[in-house]
């Protein structure tokens, strides 16, 4: 079984380095402010043939606030979840006692412990002495660089000495094959609780405080018989992108989260509503052509029916007009709806890459354009039609004298009419309009 190996300590030692150096690209925020990693990153990796899972942990921190209390749970969760676990030391700073307050907690673990000094290539000036490194009791250490790769070699050989040992509870699963189901929306919206409630345990940290999610996290999910894997996301941001340089950098990996998605869970808090910050960001989303389901949170405090509907009629009116997306009322708290929504997103996702024949296609769509024609048709008439599958996405084509001079409302009442006879209700579709001309023996094959 594949191992997984957590990389602890506390904050700005160059933990999320190692984990991006490993991972082979920038996975994880590295910034020099303190606490930049708050929940546990996952990523599948591979050592010299060998498949492990990685996990990025928040920095130990002392404190009692709630936040603080959030990501000392979520680092004793990477040190129960491992198997083996990198402990980072920081050269420059020398062995603090919150790193003996770690190495306690290690110890009770039981768990195989590999000490990383890390910052080695700035040891001119070191603070650290090593004759404290042998105190702490463990038997494996290196000197490492997180940012240049020094000694990382030495260190992952050690960790897979025993390769071939067995490990209990570790997933093991092609992640790559997977479908994808982004959860995005604004801050303090219950993205990260959603989560939680869906895998019934606290994988990420819930706090009132807005913005509490940093990283986009990739956690697999297995359940009514359907595996995939689920994605948390940082909040979209209210004003000007650049105000924070962590903030920006959250916000350019939920983009290529979206771009990545097979759907996504688009996510409001009932008591804000649907805004223009929401519209930009849900006609990204649409743009990409993925599929969306809206999620309405915190709908157990609003006890007046006819609210929920008019909030509900006032999205479709923005959205116009794709409003062929479904929309739940949804509560963390009590957990309505959840289930419902999630099925309903399994759904959407084996109806994504449906077979639809040419033959079936053609006969169905020309039959209704010739009942449903529209003005002047003589001079831009549909004469052909065909569904195809390209990149992951529905595409059909219908070719034209003159497809350039076909109204956009007489587009949306195809894709209306795609969706109503192939059901593909709340799937993404792409029509094309080309001319005839383009309709050659030769070059028929590359749309059927």
């Known amino acids: 079984m594949k191992k997984i190996i957590s990389i602890v300590g506390h904050t700005n030692v160059g933990k999320s380095t190692l984990f ?240 990545s998605s097979d759907l996504c869970f688009f996510m409001l808090d009932v008591k804000i509503g649907f805004n223009k910050q929401d519209l930009k960001v849900f006609n990204f989303i649409k743009n990409k052509i993925i599929s969306i389901i809206i999620l309405i949170n915190k709908c157990d405090l609003i006890k007046e029916k006819n609210e929920l509907q008019k909030l509900k009629n006032n999205i479709l009116k923005k959205i116009y007009p794709f409003t062929d997306v479904p929309i739940y009322f949804i509560s963390n708290y009590t957990k309505k709806n959840i289930i419902k929504a999630f099925k309903k997103g399994i759904n959407i996702i084996n109806k994504q890459k449906k077979n639809i024949s040419t033959s079936s296609f053609k006969k169905i769509m020309l039959t209704i354009i010739e009942r449903n024609q529209f003005r002047n048709r003589n001079k831009f008439a549909i004469k052909y039609c065909v569904p195809i599958f390209k990149k992951g996405i529905n595409q059909f084509i219908f070719f034209s004298k003159n497809p350039n001079l076909i109204p956009s409302s007489y587009k949306r009442f195809l894709e209306k009419k795609i969706r109503e006879n192939f059901d593909l209700v709340g799937i993404p579709i792409k029509i094309k309009l080309l001319k005839m001309s383009k309709l050659k023996k030769k070059n028929i094959l590359l749309y059927e």
């Open 20 to 259: 991006n150096y490993l991972v082979g690209y920038r996975k994880a925020i590295t910034d020099y402010t303190h606490g930049v990693t708050r929940d546990r990153i996952y990523c599948e990796c591979k050592w010299r043939g060998n498949n492990f899972t990685l996990i990025d942990s928040g920095g130990y921190v002392f404190g009692t606030k709630e936040l603080e209390k959030k990501i000392i749970e979520q680092f004793l969760l990477a040190i129960e979840e491992a198997s083996d676990i990198i402990f980072i030391l920081d050269i420059l700073s020398g062995i603090l006692p919150i790193d003996y307050k770690i190495c306690n907690i290690l110890q009770r673990s039981k768990k195989k412990v590999f000490i990383a000094i890390n910052k080695i290539d700035k040891y001119k000036y070191p603070i650290l002495d090593i004759k404290e490194v042998f105190n702490l009791g463990f038997k494996y250490f290196f000197f490492i660089s997180s940012l240049n790769g020094i000694g990382i070699n030495e260190l992952l050989d050690s960790i897979f000495v025993d390769a071939n040992e067995s490990y209990k509870n570790v997933i093991n699963y092609n992640l790559s094959i997977l479908p994808r189901i982004t959860i995005v929306g604004r801050k303090n919206v219950g993205k990260s609780s959603l989560i939680n409630t869906l895998l019934n345990k606290k994988q990420r940290i819930v706090c009132d405080q807005p913005g509490t999610t940093r990283d986009g996290i990739e956690v697999f999910y297995k359940k009514f018989n359907f595996k995939c894997i689920l994605i948390d996301t940082a909040g979209f941001l209210k004003n000007k992108i650049k105000s924070e340089y962590i903030e920006y950098f959250s916000f350019l990996r939920t983009t290529k989260f979206i771009s």
